[in-house]
């Protein structure tokens, strides 16, 4: 919705009030109490503190709802309705003519995928004390404590797209210089400026003086105005008791420091009271809003880091696109999205920046499978993606769960595009890639390609994305098909660089397509395109020629300082971990036996060439698995020998499997049925289950693994779709071992016909009968013994 | 960072029992702990409250907090007042343990191990510092006592970390389920009494816990 700015004015100096948490704790608030639970047993004593705050020159007074969402709230037994009305009552009648801010504080929940609060529920939670507020007339919206990106990110949707209120938003860091879930200032900043708040800081956790640098780096990046509410101090223990030790007057005196660094919005956090404001009222009447000098930069964000482009080169991995690639492809198809992680990985250790991302293929949900690919991928590394699809439905469901600052792939100079898109990247605070091509197609000229790259960074501007979140793609042509087109790209983008002034990209191996030796004709064509000045190949990092070119061409434009980089990629010391006795020819048996896994694949490659498939599984794989199997039963090995074996013929098996596949078309041979696996609802411990997949692959068994945190009609539902006749369900806690016992039921009621073996360190034979279970599986080797014993 | 974490407490998580690790594994523990120093962020925070029995329920004196469960009640019989505490080694470690999970199973279990020791480590840390602040003032600490020990709920966890403070003051938080996030987090809580706790109880946490089959039980060797 559109921001109704007409109560508040950013170009002054705004002085919000100070404490009530602790306000209220020197008056009787007991540990674990709820503090809203007072706007309707003791409004007075609220509406007091803020009257306090009022006369001590507080333009903007916040609401007692910190904690009033329907988590908190739900342990009193109160609604979000009455609380929040009744908070804004209080508020209104302390401070009759000053502006009233709905507090949201974070919902005490963490977040996929470590906690278990996916951002769906985040947002309604949200969306609940967003309605509440506004439909009880707050003045503005004031989201703080935010130490989890993606919680905030979860809030500012739902503030934005349940009210027009103007919206600020706080997040907390500690004295390292990141929140709890590791966000760092820029990153914060970039995210945040992005979603379209109208203001943005820190608040909580740190006193005035632990907070300036990170004052100070938010200053340096923030396009829009900067708050600040820290502590009185950090907290110290006197006697038993959290003390806040800086006084008003020292208070004021950093008050007044962040104010000549160019923070507009001041208040006070844990520890202050109406002295603190009193005395920063008193400061700010002296000075006037100072006005930064603001990097502008194009950058892109994961939950944890940023991506600058620019002056180095950044390079943006290609590789999870099925165009081409027949692997891929086919995990795509099958809902692998372990291999697509994988690739993600791969790319990441090679040196990549950024990660392309398209699932587009048309036999499958590629909304479903995009946001699935995204959210694991972002669990697993945090490199900034790059949301690929020629969908907008696709593109805009991504950006939305994606826990930063997402690169859209891609927008061209098309009108109808570009209506679709901006609007998109737009709301999601996303940067884009903008194709030099129109409804006319590619213009032939470096001069025409200029145009449509102007074109798509103005209308991008109407749309208020900044030309920084514009990275313009020239297009490379093939120099088999158009060779003289080969040069334009290249003039292209040193035209658009100076003109516009934006960051480029291009799809390098484009160019080599027809011709032999392409490896050669893209390097070469990327040395050329670096020196007229891309800034973001997209290339394949895993091309040890392509991040060479890279490598060498950031020391020889002084990008990679002291060639930091260029020397540890290639000084001959590779890091090694962990030696490994490099012992003489091992047979397949006794790499298995010793878990030596890096040697698997090859030995097994080796061996097809004179055994059959079927025969490796058979002579070495089961027999060396058996063997390990009865070792680990009698003590004479353990757990992570164990794990390692069977990590070893998993490696061996991807090998045979390859083979059955290419020769026979399927792998039907060696496959002993479907197992379905989940770590039930609301448990997130899912290492047992880990180790009873790869054990239960390492037998023949195909996994189908739901992953943790899986709701009960998951699990009904995908033992249907792929016809399960056995399941595994995991709880580690007696707590979700009712959610396990759900799931059964659920199983049951439906009438599957599929046998359930569950497993946890709660459970016992005992226990799994009576929760209905089929089957106890004690370790990942009994499971083995159980699926054999189903499918036998 | 000094962690003086339990190498056999790493070994008995592994499912060793008092065996000896082989060299490969022995590598890859001490290559998860190097790297556990580096991303465990270590935080805690406890507080001390008078306890108050109240036809048959205890409280802690001026919160929120009811102890239900007779072993809780048992353990705290002889004290006056409770020490609660909480600490986590946050997310990145959590992180890493899920990236392995993904690349390198055995790592990932050997990481999940070493973090699990860590926590416990971090645990003696809190608990030698709440001892020698009760010490000063005159009282011996009881073991420590978490929620789910015995029959003392785990659904309290919630409330304590409310009466804590723990998702402001150290991230940790607690799902509906009453699971603590970060997973590598503790609660528990910690009698003060006059007189020097008797050696049987002071190690008493397996002995009080239903689940005799625990891979981890303590034989009390």
């Given amino acids: 919705m559109e921001t109704d700015m007409s109560k508040i004015d950013f170009s002054h100096f705004i002085l919000f009030d100070g404490a009530m948490g602790t306000m209220l704790q020197t008056r009787g608030l007991q540990p674990g109490e709820l503090p809203e639970s007072y706007n309707l047993l003791q409004p007075h004593l609220i509406e007091q503190i803020q009257r306090a705050y009022a006369d001590a020159g507080a333009d903007i007074i916040t609401t007692n709802t910190f904690g009033a969402n329907r988590f908190k709230l739900g342990r009193g037994g109160y609604s979000v309705e009455e609380i929040v009305a009744a908070a804004i009552r209080i508020a209104r009648r302390a401070a009759p003519d000053k502006l009233v801010a709905l507090d949201i504080g974070p919902s005490g929940q963490l977040m996929q995928p470590y906690g278990t609060l996916s951002l769906a529920e985040a947002y309604d939670i949200f969306a609940e004390q967003v309605i509440a507020g506004s439909s009880a007339g707050a003045d503005l919206i004031l989201i703080e404590t935010m130490s989890d990106i993606y919680e905030a990110k979860a809030a500012v949707l739902a503030a934005k797209e349940n009210s027009n209120l103007p919206l600020l938003v706080t997040v907390s860091f500690q004295a390292d210089g990141r929140t709890l879930t590791g966000t760092d200032p820029l990153t914060m900043v970039n995210i945040l400026q992005g979603l379209g708040v109208d203001a943005l800081g820190i608040n909580c956790s740190l006193g005035p003086k632990e907070m300036l640098p990170v004052v100070e780096e938010i200053v340096k990046y923030s396009r829009v105005p900067v708050m600040a509410q820290p502590n009185a101090g950090m907290p110290k223990v006197v006697e038993g008791q959290t003390v806040f030790d800086i006084g008003p007057e020292e208070f004021a005196s950093y008050a007044r420091i962040m104010a000549e660094l160019g923070v507009t919005i001041l208040g006070g956090c844990c520890g202050t009271n109406p002295g603190h404001i009193k005395a920063i009222r008193a400061k700010l009447t002296t000075l006037k809003p100072a006005q930064p000098d603001i990097e502008k930069l194009t950058a892109v964000s994961s939950s944890t880091g940023t991506v600058v482009l620019g002056p180095g080169i950044n390079v943006i991995g290609e590789r999870i696109n099925p165009t081409g690639k027949k692997q891929l492809k086919e995990a795509i198809e099958r809902g692998d999205i372990d291999y697509i992680v994988h690739q993600a990985i791969d790319q990441r250790d090679a040196g990549a920046q950024i990660l392309d991302v398209n699932v587009g293929l048309p036999a499958i949900d590629e909304k479903e499978v995009m946001v699935k690919a995204i959210r694991e991928i972002q669990t697993v590394v945090n490199t900034p993606l790059q949301i690929d699809s020629a969908r907008a439905d696709v593109i805009e469901a991504a950006a939305r769960i994606y826990n930063g600052k997402p690169l859209i792939n891609s927008v061209s100079g098309k009108r109808e595009e570009m209506e679709t898109l901006f609007p998109i990247v737009k709301k999601y605070g996303a940067a884009v890639i903008g194709l030099t091509l129109d409804e006319n197609g590619i213009p032939p000229t470096a001069e025409g390609r200029l145009q449509i790259a102007s074109n798509i960074v103005d209308t991008a501007c109407r749309y208020g994305i900044p030309k920084e979140d514009v990275i313009i793609d020239c297009l490379v042509l093939t120099a088999s098909a158009q060779q003289s087109q080969v040069q334009e790209t290249i003039k292209a983008v040193t035209l658009v660089k100076e003109k516009l002034g934006v960051k480029t990209t291009l799809g390098v191996s484009n160019v080599s397509f027809g011709l032999p030796q392409r490896r050669l004709l893209n390097r070469t064509f990327l040395a050329l395109a670096l020196q007229a000045g891309l800034d973001a190949p997209i290339i394949d990092p895993l091309d040890e020629d392509m991040m060479a070119t890279v490598r060498a061409f950031n020391v020889l434009k002084n990008y990679d300082r002291d060639a930091t980089v260029y020397i540890a990629a290639y000084s001959g010391v590779k890091e090694s971990p962990i030696p490994v006795i490099d012992q003489a020819d091992l047979d397949l048996n006794q790499i298995i036996i010793n878990g030596r896994k890096e040697k698997a694949a090859a030995k097994t490659a080796d061996l097809l060439k004179q055994l059959e498939p079927l025969a490796i599984v058979d002579q070495y794989l089961i027999p060396a698995l058996d063997d390990v199997g009865q070792r680990y039963e009698q003590g004479e090995i353990f757990l992570p020998q164990l794990i390692q074996a069977a990590e070893t013929v998993k490696s061996a098996f991807t090998v045979i499997r390859q083979q059955l596949q290419a020769s026979q078309g399927t792998c039907a041979a060696v496959d002993k049925g479907k197992i379905l696996l989940a770590t039930v609802r609301g448990d997130i411990h899912d290492i047992g289950k880990n180790i009873v997949k790869v054990l239960l692959e390492n037998y023949g068994f195909e996994v189908v693994d739901l992953g943790k945190d899986v709701p009960e009609q998951d699990v009904v539902r995908q033992v249907k779709q792929h016809n399960i006749r056995l399941v595994g369900l995991s709880a580690l806690m007696t707590t979700t071992v009712r959610s396990m016992e759900n799931t059964i039921r659920a199983l049951r009621a439906e009438g599957l016909d599929c046998q359930v073996m569950v497993g946890g360190a709660v459970l016992n034979e005992e226990y799994a009968q009576l929760i209905g279970a089929d089957y106890f599986g004690r370790d990942a080797r009994e499971a083995v013994k159980i699926a054999q014993q189903v499918f036998g | ?221």
């Fill in chain 2, 1 to 221: 960072m000094r962690m003086n974490i339990d190498y056999d407490e790493i070994l008995s998580y592994l499912g060793y029992k008092g065996h000896q690790a082989d060299k490969n594994t022995e590598d890859l523990i001490s290559h998860c702990l190097a790297e556990l120093r580096t991303l465990a962020r270590e935080k805690y925070v406890y507080d001390i409250f008078k306890l108050t029995s109240n036809e048959g329920s205890l409280s802690l004196e001026a919160s929120i907090l009811t102890l239900t469960g007779r072993d809780i009640k048992n353990h705290l019989r002889h004290s006056e007042r409770a020490a609660v505490m909480a600490v986590t080694l946050g997310l990145e470690v959590e992180r890493q343990i899920a990236y392995y999970s993904k690349t390198d199973l055995t790592k990932g279990v050997i990481m999940d191990a070493c973090a699990s020791a860590a926590v416990e480590a971090l645990c003696d840390r809190v608990e030698a510092e709440i001892r020698s602040r009760a010490f000063s003032q005159g009282f011996y600490l009881t073991s420590r006592f978490s929620p789910g020990y015995g029959d003392f709920p785990l659904e309290i966890q919630a409330a304590v970390a409310a009466v804590l403070d723990t998702h402001r003051k150290i991230g940790l938080t607690v799902t509906t389920n009453s699971l603590l996030i970060p997973r590598k987090s503790v609660t528990a809580l910690i009698g003060l009494q006059r007189e020097r706790p008797d050696q049987l109880c002071s190690d008493s946490k397996c002995e009080a816990c239903f689940k005799q089959d625990c891979e981890f039980r303590r034989d009390g060797n």
